[in-house]
């Protein structure tokens, strides 16, 4: 399907040839259109972005958008659901952005179960700072600020989602189109906390495509309520070692999520204050 | 003016300052003005709390160094305090714990009788101390069901039975119908926020600022406030901002260090232009510094918090109705310019309790309407308008997008490092600040009284203008104090100060920030009377100050 143009803004793409940002983009666009189609109107989407590469979408995007801090889409985005649990909001973040300065509101975010959509643009490198590691960098990785490789493990980011209660936890591939199609899809809908881990490669920083191309492979659908199968999913592949890297929803679960929503109520502002104040 | 000093001291845990805030609010209820404060160092069990309770028949905001009644849970607030004991003053103890002289009550022995628990040890001290007043039971039992919400009947029965144990000493009159509502700084902040349209309210707990936090916790079910205490400060900023890009009016409050943390996303909302309001709490820093002590030195952090430039609404209200009135203002203001508004408190105001004697009524006193901006189609958030306010609408808007951007950005509100881009945001932002500047230099900006011919003026902001006012009055001296602190309110300030020779600037800092502030401004100060040991100035040390630098010209 060719991507609705209404949904891309007139700002000049300045993504590198090749860089699998197009491909989130291109996947979320197509995700957009087909909610529209089916009584999601594109007005009551937010889309929160950090800052770092992946950001820019909130430019190219001719949607709603709140282009945020560097680590700090979840809060942004928390405070508009809860200011209007109507909207549906979207954080597009980095791995160096959410991962490294914004992993404390991640892991509160799975821990309170906020109903909003978190899709991580993972290339385990910073790109718009010009090449260093981030917290999902190999062993050993060089970059600029470590020429001799680090000496620090990648987190598993997916794995410490589990533990803290996120409800939905996804791994996508910016090579795998039809899946990352379906998980963003699902993320969407899902009620309560949704993460989106989507492995892309760097094309100037850190080109993995053929390891990813070599390792992925996805599960079958059916496995997805069980915790104890999604530990062992998450748990597969440490971003770091060889190993099989599985892709699709690795776990979904209901949990009570904020924010509640209820029927509005009217307050007689004033009639309160006076109330108190004539009490006192 | 007549005027009663009493202390209530014991040991943390001991229900100090509720005891305090029943005092109190029974004196507010007779028709009295009414400044509560409290002392305590942060701990939770053990260690000592007192309150000072200041009753009077003109509205006060600072306690004396003398008492003239002091209640004693415990034998160390004999030992710390009875030395302030006025000639004539009365010690009202418990009998049970404490050896000294005056009214004894046999706390254990009395709850006994009445199948009370230990916390109504204090429903006892406060019955003694009706009874010692001279307070007519009948008169004071109505006031006092008010106080007690929980276990009415037996709270009363228990002061009663106190109230005529003891012997009264003095015949506090008690004959007005008159009655003052009486809060802490922080409720007022927060009952001017509610009244000035406050959707929703965000923060992370730091002392002194909590009290707003519950306080709007207690009342969120009643008034549909949302409140929301998530994981840092950093959080609880950016929630306000995506609050009010939601299109709710969304406040949150902190402590300095608390402060620092949200300083990234104050540059933000600078940028984006997103409305916001800040309870600025101070204590004494630097750092965590004494968390429960008082300081005035973050005033010029206030001023220029951020990186980058960008305009700011900062107020320091010193009483009740100002706190009431100037933060609904402050809500109003930065929805209007769609910027950050900061109000400026410190400990002292924050948790001390005020009585109000002037409530604006109607909030359409403080707040006229302020009619949406029409918008042309397509709409852009940062389109050109007049004072360089752009015309604000929230999502979902058919048809509509809305796009905020903590990048420099274009009218649509896309990313751009052209020089005519950052150039527009530069003129919109001094526009903003500009017509800020004008609307807001009022004459309620700056509070001027005192003796209006004096030729010395005494100039404070923010809690110490309570004890200004008395050095004031005992001296006959002018006092000059601004509430509106940025955009400065020159003009009114230049009114306020004619004929004025000699500037005795008073503030709780070791640098004496406002100061500099007025320097900028063209202002000099002529001498400064600085204070860093976190404890407000009682009225006589200062005067003692005052008069020092007077006579020693």
């Given at each position: 399907m060719a991507s609705d143009r209404s949904l891309i803004t007139d700002a000049k793409n300045t993504w590198c040839p090749g860089c699998g940002n197009f491909a989130i983009q291109h996947a979320f666009v197509s995700v957009v259109s087909e909610l529209g189609k089916e009584g999601i109107p594109r007005e009551k989407m937010v889309v929160v972005s950090g800052i770092g590469c992946h950001a820019k979408i909130a430019d190219y995007l001719q949607m709603n958008s709140f282009y945020s801090l560097h680590g700090r889409t979840i809060p942004v985005a928390t405070g508009i659901k809860m200011a209007n649990p109507d909207m549906s909001v979207i954080c597009f973040a980095g791995d160096g952005d959410l991962y490294a300065e914004g992993i404390g509101h991640l892991v509160h975010a799975a821990k309170r179960n906020i109903d909003v959509t978190v899709i991580c643009h993972n290339n385990r490198v910073y790109g718009l700072t010009t090449g260093q590691y981030t917290p999902t960098s190999p062993y050993g990785f060089r970059g600029r600020s470590t020429p001799r490789g680090i000496h620090e493990y990648p987190l598993n980011v997916l794995d410490i989602l589990l533990s803290c209660g996120a409800t939905f936890i996804a791994r996508g591939y910016s090579r795998r189109m039809p899946l990352l199609k379906r998980i963003i899809r699902e993320a969407i809908l899902h009620h309560g906390f949704a993460h989106v881990d989507i492995l892309q490669i760097c094309a100037s920083f850190f080109n993995l495509t053929r390891y990813y191309d070599e390792l992925v492979y996805e599960i079958p659908e059916e496995n997805t309520t069980r915790y104890d199968t999604a530990r062992e999913l998450t748990e597969q592949w440490n971003y770091n070692d060889t190993g099989r890297i599985p892709l699709g929803i690795l776990y979904k679960a209901e949990k009570p999520s904020i924010p509640e929503t209820g029927e509005l109520k009217e307050y007689d502002r004033m009639a309160f204050i006076r109330s108190l104040l004539d009490q006192e | 003016m007549t005027q009663y000093t009493v202390l209530i001291g014991g040991k943390a845990g001991d229900g100090i300052l509720q005891a305090g805030k029943v005092i109190g609010s029974l004196f507010a209820g007779l028709g009295y003005h009414v400044y509560l404060s409290v002392d305590y160092p942060s701990l939770i069990r053990g260690g000592h709390n007192f309150c000072i309770i200041r009753i009077a028949t003109k509205p006060v905001g600072a306690f004396n160094t003398t008492i003239d009644i002091l209640l004693a849970l415990d034998q160390q607030t004999i030992t710390l305090h009875e030395k302030k004991l006025n000639p004539g003053g009365i010690i009202i103890y418990n009998s049970d714990t404490v050896t000294t002289d005056g009214e004894g009550i046999a706390i254990e022995p009395l709850l006994r009788r009445h199948n009370g628990r230990p916390i109504m040890g204090n429903t006892a001290m406060i019955g003694a101390l009706c009874g010692v007043a001279g307070l007519p039971w009948s008169r004071i039992s109505p006031v006092l069901a008010s106080q007690f919400q929980k276990e009415t009947e037996l709270n009363l029965a228990i002061a009663q039975d106190s109230c005529l144990s003891v012997t009264p000493r003095l015949s506090v009159p008690a004959d007005t119908t008159m009655r003052y509502p009486f809060f802490s700084g922080n409720e007022w902040i927060g009952l001017g926020l509610l009244a000035g349209g406050l959707d929703a309210y965000i923060a992370y707990p730091m002392t002194p600022s909590s009290g707003i936090l519950h306080f709007f916790a207690q009342i969120a079910e009643e008034t549909g406030i949302l409140v929301y205490h998530p994981e840092s400060e950093i959080a609880v900023i950016l929630m306000a901002e995506g609050c009010a890009y939601a299109g709710k009016r969304a406040a949150v409050g902190t402590s300095g260090g608390g402060f620092c943390l949200m300083t990234e996303a104050l540059s933000c909302a600078g940028q984006a232009e997103i409305p916001l309001v800040i309870v600025l709490a101070q204590r004494a820093g630097?750092?965590?510094?004494?968390?429960?002590y008082n300081a005035q030195t973050d005033l010029l952090f206030a001023c220029y918090a951020g990186h980058g430039e960008f305009p700011r609404y900062l107020v320091a209200p010193a009483t009740a109705s100002e706190a009431y009135r100037f933060s609904a203002q402050a809500l109003h203001i930065a929805w209007k310019y769609q910027i950050p508004s900061i109000i400026l408190s410190d400990k002292t105001f924050s948790e001390g309790y005020y009585t109000a004697d002037s409530i604006p009524d109607i909030i359409s006193d403080i707040i006229p309407d302020s009619p949406q901006i029409p918008y042309s189609r397509p709409y852009e958030r940062y389109a050109a308008g007049e004072w360089g306010i752009s015309p604000l609408i929230h999502p979902p808007c058919t048809g509509e997008v809305v796009k905020v951007n903590s990048y420099t950005h274009d009218t649509k509100g896309i990313s751009s490092e052209e020089p005519r881009d950052a150039i527009a945001g530069a003129a919109k932002r001094q526009m903003k600040s500009d017509a800020l500047a004008k609307e807001t230099d009022t004459r309620e900006a700056v509070c001027t009284s005192g003796s209006p011919d004096s030729e010395t003026a005494l100039i404070c902001w923010g809690s110490t203008r309570g004890v200004v006012n008395e050095v004031a009055d005992a001296l006959g001296l002018r006092i000059i104090s601004p509430v509106v602190l940025f955009p400065f309110p020159k003009k009114t300030y230049l009114k306020a100060i004619h004929g004025v020779t000699r500037f005795i600037l008073i503030e709780e800092s070791a640098t004496g920030q406002l100061q500099t502030l007025l320097l900028k401004e063209g202002f000099t100060i002529t001498e400064t009377i600085l204070s860093s040991d976190g404890r407000p100035f009682p009225v006589e040390s200062l005067l003692e100050r005052v008069r020092e630098i007077i006579h020693g010209q």
């Open positions: - | 630097p750092s965590t510094g004494m968390p429960t």
